[in-house]
């Protein structure tokens, strides 16, 4: 059997022809009409020189572009990178060169960066804008074969940053994201008839994999909402009865609070599923209270594309906890030496299964760091297991930062700020945010003699990196803390004043 993950729209179709896969507001595609499309669209990337094992970004939003671009890419057998597309060009650059893009898809309201940024590159930049994409996709000639594929051909090249500061490709197989489905599946239990809430970004990995691929692996009904907003959310909730909502703690954290949600009809819900990071306990408990729908939590990374382990309906909940293993996943918690610790001690996460990722793109290296010869996956995630075998995160081990649901990586930031004339030492911390989960603060020291202005600093930050993570906070020190090797002591910073 063909593992190519465009068998899922292509056998939907022919299941369940009329179902609407796709809905954005008035705009409802059906699954036959979705299918038809994404042959011809695979047929305008073809005529682009797209084959086999060529590397397709993809920088859209939530539109229903994005599924017909996916699946038309993976039909040829090519590979897609999905980008955000809040990157600035210094970012989408970097993502280009390194994985060798041939094509870039960008939507024509972020199609600017793009340009600047493949310029010189070689690497086509073709813009969607609705009407011009129509006419060239409708002209395309159609291609109904779906490449054969192995299990362990790349499907999605997914940049994600490190301690290293340069983002890293995870490469997901086929075989990958195919088994975190069918894990998902068991999991949330949707049918055709579920509508499921795509207000999760579909160029990340969970809104790829638990939201887009797992509805139309059953033909059901994903309705899209590029850009969150709660009262938004709730209509869409009321509007197109959603079943199955999917999102991160700060979506939960605003529909809980959204002043007028008792006026909406959200009697729909049946499922609720979190992710991204901890759900506070009291964001938990209340909004199940409100929303008369259970929320199960679970844990995952881009390199284990991504779940990892869920809460269940079927046993205990507890909340807290990112629940136990999903089918055919082991998880395990190891000390600095590696050795496997037992119950509440605090240690490394460590995955292994078919969902983990097969490397880095074009990195043995930081492959071999990250994956043992046994295939246990090092998360960077501290935690600890339970008597009953459940799991929770206590801290990461990773100087990660969570803002609304977006990783945001201090020494990617770290580097920019170095850029800055004067800069002798630079930090990126995060600090608690009751709407976003973390703030993100910088701070500097100068060169004798040298200074800048906080706003100067923040502004040149702002421009060379997603909006998203640039540092609401410029703080100046006249020198950062540091321990006896001289590395920044970070904990030691004072931020009491800060926020």
């Known amino acids: 059997m063909n593992p190519n993950l465009a068998n899922l729209l292509c056998d939907s179709a022919a299941e369940h022809p009329d179902r609407i896969a796709i809905r954005l507001d008035d705009i409802a595609i059906p699954y036959e009409a979705m299918e038809q499309v994404s042959r011809r669209v695979a047929g305008l990337l073809a005529s682009k020189g797209i084959g086999r094992g060529d590397r397709v970004a993809v920088m859209l939003p939530n539109v ?24 600035t060009q210094r970012e989408i650059r970097h993502y280009l060169t390194d994985c060798e893009a041939k094509l870039i898809l960008v939507w024509h309201d972020f199609a600017s960066e793009a340009e600047k940024a493949g310029a010189g590159t070689g690497v086509e930049v073709l813009q969607v804008e609705p009407t011009r994409i129509g006419e060239l996709v409708a002209a395309a000639d159609p291609i109904d074969a779906i490449a054969e594929v192995e299990p362990d051909d790349t499907a999605i090249v997914l940049y994600t940053s490190g301690t290293t500061g340069r983002p890293k490709g995870a490469e997901l197989t086929h075989s990958n994201i195919g088994s975190n489905v069918e894990a998902c599946l068991g999991l949330f239990d949707p049918g055709e008839r579920d509508v499921i809430f795509g207000g999760l970004p579909l160029f990340h990995i969970f809104g790829q994999t638990a939201c887009m691929n797992v509805a139309v692996a059953v033909g059901g009904e994903i309705t899209l909402l590029p850009r969150f907003d709660p009262q938004k959310a709730l209509e869409i909730i009321q509007r197109d009865r959603v079943s199955i909502f999917m999102g991160v703690p700060t979506m939960y954290a605003a529909l809980l609070h959204a002043s007028d949600r008792e006026s909406y009809d959200i009697s729909s819900l049946r499922l609720c599923v979190s992710g991204g990071a901890a759900l506070p306990m009291e964001i938990l408990s209340a909004f199940e209270k409100e929303f008369g729908s259970p929320v199960i939590e679970g844990y995952g990374l881009s390199e284990t594309s991504p779940v990892a382990s869920f809460g269940r309906l079927d046993m205990e909940r507890k909340p807290g906890t990112i629940g136990i293993p999903i089918d055919g996943v082991e998880m395990r918690i190891v000390d600095e030496e590696g050795n ?9 996460v460590q995955i292994k299964g078919p969902n983990v990722m097969k490397g880095y793109w074009n990195m043995p290296e930081a492959t071999a760091d990250a994956i043992d010869p046994e295939g246990w996956f090092s998360s960077g995630d501290m935690g600890t297991i339970d008597e009953d075998g459940y799991y929770k995160i206590v801290d990461r081990k990773k100087e990660l930062i969570l803002r609304g649901g977006y990783n945001v990586y201090p020494r990617e930031i770290e580097e920019v700020l170095y ?8 930090a990126v911390i995060g600090i608690p945010h009751d709407d976003l989960g973390e703030e993100i603060v910088a701070v ?3 060169k004798e003699g040298q200074s800048a202005d906080p706003d100067a600093i923040q502004a040149y930050v702002k421009e060379q990196v997603a909006a998203y993570k640039y540092p609401r906070y410029v703080v100046v020190l006249e020198q950062l803390p540091k321990g006896p090797t001289g590395k920044i002591l970070k904990r030691e910073i004072d931020l009491s004043e800060v926020g």
């Open 340 to 348: 496997v610790l037992g119950t509440g001690d605090v240690g490394e």
């Open 64 to 87: 229903p572009h994005f599924p017909m671009v996916y699946y038309a890419a993976l039909r040829l057998g090519a590979i897609v990178v999905p980008m955000n597309v809040l990157l």
């Open 419 to 426: 850029e800055v004339p004067g800069v002798a030492e630079a």
């Open 444 to 446: 500097v020291s100068f």
